[in-house]
C-alpha cells in the first residue's frame, strides 16, 4: 500500500522562500483535506524563514528519514533537483526550469540568460501538475505578518538601532556567487551622499555574513561615515519595519529588498539580463516596488537612479526652506 504522505522539498534561499509561501500554504491545505501527512526537507535555515514570514511550522526531515513510497515529491527548490535522485520511484513533480538560455532577445540582447514567466506562475504550474490545484485556480500573493508593519513596532525598530527623522534604506548585498545582480559600492554610496543632501539619513541594511557587512562598512566609509549600518543586526520582522517606515528603498534583487517590497512602502530593486524581472521581481499587493533595468545592471547609471527615484519620492524640507515658508 502506498504512503499516505507527500514530501515537499522547501525553497533554498530566503526571497524564494517569501515568494514560495503561497505554495507551501496551498500544499499543506491539499494536504488537510485529502488526509495526506505532509513531509518536508530541506535546510534548517530555510525551515525557519518560512515559519517566521509565513507562520507555518513545517515537519522538516532529512531525507534519508523520509519514506520511498510518498504519494508525490514537490520540490520547489528552483536550483537543485537531485533531491529526486533520493527518490527515483516517487512521483516526482517540480517547476519548469527558472533560467531558459536564449541566443537572441529584443530585450537584453545576445546570449541573455532570461527566465519563461515569473516565478509564482511557475510554482503555480508545478501544483496543478500534481493535482494539488485545479487549472482554475491561482496561487495567492504573498505577504507578511501583520505584526512585521505595526506602527509601534516600527517606531520601537527605529528607536532600537537610533534611526531618527526621515531615512532611506539602501541594500547593496546579494548573493557573493552572483556578482552580475550587484551594483557597484561606489554608486551605492554616490546615492547615500545624495540622500544626506536631501535630508535623508542613509540606513544600511544586509545579511550576517562577514562579506555583506565588510561591503555596508566600506560604502559607510565612501560617503563619509554618516549612514546608520544596520548590516547583519536586524531580524526578518525588523527588515520589514524598517523599509515600511523609508521614504525609500533601494536595493539589489536579494531576499530583504523583496521583504522590503511586501512591507508597503517604495521600493527600487535593480535587474538586468541575469535576473529578469519577469521572473523575479518582487509580487506585491500595493505596486510599490519599481524596476530599475539595464541589459547589465553595473552600467546603471547613478543619475539615473537618483532620477527614477526622485519621480516617486517626497524628500524632507530642509530646515531653512520650512522657517521661509511659515515666515520664521
Same mark, same amino acid.
Given at each position: 500500500?502506498?504512503?499516505?504522505?507527500?514530501?515537499?522539498?522547501?525553497?533554498?534561499?530566503?526571497?524564494?522562500?517569501?515568494?514560495?509561501?503561497?505554495?507551501?500554504?496551498?500544499?499543506?491545505?491539499?494536504?488537510?483535506?485529502?488526509?495526506?501527512?505532509?513531509?518536508?526537507?530541506?535546510?534548517?535555515?530555510?525551515?525557519?524563514?518560512?515559519?517566521?514570514?509565513?507562520?507555518?511550522?513545517?515537519?522538516?526531515?532529512?531525507?534519508?528519514?523520509?519514506?520511498?513510497?510518498?504519494?508525490?515529491?514537490?520540490?520547489?527548490?528552483?536550483?537543485?533537483?537531485?533531491?529526486?535522485?533520493?527518490?527515483?520511484?516517487?512521483?516526482?513533480?517540480?517547476?519548469?526550469?527558472?533560467?531558459?538560455?536564449?541566443?537572441?532577445?529584443?530585450?537584453?540582447?545576445?546570449?541573455?540568460?532570461?527566465?519563461?514567466?515569473?516565478?509564482?506562475?511557475?510554482?503555480?504550474?508545478?501544483?496543478?501538475?500534481?493535482?494539488?490545484?485545479?487549472?482554475?485556480?491561482?496561487?495567492?500573493?504573498?505577504?507578511?505578518?501583520?505584526?512585521?508593519?505595526?506602527?509601534?513596532?516600527?517606531?520601537?525598530?527605529?528607536?532600537?538601532?537610533?534611526?531618527?527623522?526621515?531615512?532611506?534604506?539602501?541594500?547593496?548585498?546579494?548573493?557573493?556567487?552572483?556578482?552580475?545582480?550587484?551594483?557597484?559600492?561606489?554608486?551605492?554610496?554616490?546615492?547615500?551622499?545624495?540622500?544626506?543632501?536631501?535630508?535623508?539619513?542613509?540606513?544600511?541594511?544586509?545579511?550576517?555574513?562577514?562579506?555583506?557587512?565588510?561591503?555596508?562598512?566600506?560604502?559607510?566609509?565612501?560617503?563619509?561615515?554618516?549612514?546608520?549600518?544596520?548590516?547583519?543586526? &536586524?531580524?526578518?520582522?525588523? @527588515? *520589514? +519595519?524598517? #523599509?515600511? =517606515?523609508?521614504? !525609500?528603498?533601494?536595493?539589489?534583487? &536579494?531576499?530583504?529588498?523583496? @521583504? *522590503? +517590497?511586501? #512591507?508597503? =512602502?517604495?521600493? !527600487?530593486?535593480?535587474?538586468?539580463?541575469?535576473?529578469?524581472?519577469?521572473?523575479?521581481?518582487?509580487?506585491?499587493?500595493?505596486?510599490?516596488?519599481?524596476?530599475?533595468?539595464?541589459?547589465?545592471?553595473?552600467?546603471?547609471?547613478?543619475?539615473?537612479?537618483?532620477?527614477?527615484?526622485?519621480?516617486?519620492?517626497?524628500?524632507?524640507?530642509?530646515?531653512?526652506?520650512?522657517?521661509?515658508?511659515?515666515?520664521?
Amino acid at each position: 500500500m502506498q504512503n499516505q504522505s507527500v514530501i515537499l522539498n522547501i525553497p533554498k534561499d530566503l526571497g524564494d522562500c517569501l515568494l514560495g509561501l503561497p505554495a507551501i500554504k496551498r500544499t499543506m491545505d491539499y494536504c488537510a483535506a485529502e488526509g495526506l501527512t505532509l513531509l518536508a526537507t530541506g535546510s534548517a535555515r530555510s525551515a525557519e524563514w518560512v515559519q517566521t514570514l509565513g507562520d507555518i511550522k513545517l515537519d522538516v526531515r532529512d531525507p534519508k528519514d523520509l519514506p520511498q513510497d510518498a504519494k508525490m515529491l514537490v520540490n520547489l527548490n528552483l536550483y537543485d533537483d537531485t533531491i529526486h535522485d533520493r527518490f527515483p520511484s516517487t512521483p516526482y513533480y517540480a517547476p519548469e526550469n527558472v533560467e531558459v538560455f536564449e541566443e537572441d532577445t529584443s530585450r537584453f540582447g545576445a546570449g541573455a540568460v532570461v527566465g519563461k514567466k515569473h516565478v509564482a506562475l511557475l510554482l503555480e504550474d508545478c501544483l496543478k501538475d500534481a493535482g494539488i490545484m485545479k487549472n482554475a485556480e491561482h496561487l495567492s500573493v504573498p505577504g507578511l505578518p501583520p505584526a512585521f508593519t505595526d506602527k509601534k513596532f516600527m517606531e520601537d525598530t527605529q528607536d532600537k538601532f537610533g534611526i531618527k527623522g526621515a531615512y532611506a534604506v539602501l541594500i547593496p548585498v546579494c548573493a557573493a556567487n552572483r556578482p552580475l545582480k550587484r551594483w557597484q559600492k561606489e554608486k551605492f554610496a554616490e546615492v547615500a551622499q545624495d540622500c544626506l543632501r536631501q535630508g535623508l539619513t542613509p540606513v544600511l541594511m544586509g545579511g550576517p555574513s562577514q562579506e555583506e557587512k565588510d561591503l555596508c562598512a566600506e560604502i559607510n566609509a565612501l560617503s563619509g561615515n554618516k549612514a546608520i549600518d544596520v548590516c547583519g543586526k &536586524t531580524r526578518l520582522d525588523e @527588515i *520589514a +519595519a524598517i #523599509a515600511r =517606515g523609508a521614504k !525609500f528603498t533601494l536595493g539589489c534583487d &536579494t531576499g530583504p529588498t523583496h @521583504i *522590503a +517590497a511586501q #512591507a508597503g =512602502g517604495q521600493v !527600487f530593486a535593480f535587474f538586468g539580463y541575469y535576473n529578469d524581472p519577469a521572473t523575479w521581481q518582487p509580487m506585491t499587493k500595493n505596486n510599490t516596488a519599481h524596476i530599475i533595468l539595464g541589459h547589465r545592471i553595473q552600467e546603471i547609471g547613478v543619475q539615473e537612479v537618483l532620477d527614477t527615484i526622485k519621480r516617486y519620492t517626497t524628500y524632507p524640507q530642509p530646515d531653512s526652506a520650512r522657517h521661509k515658508k511659515f515666515g520664521q
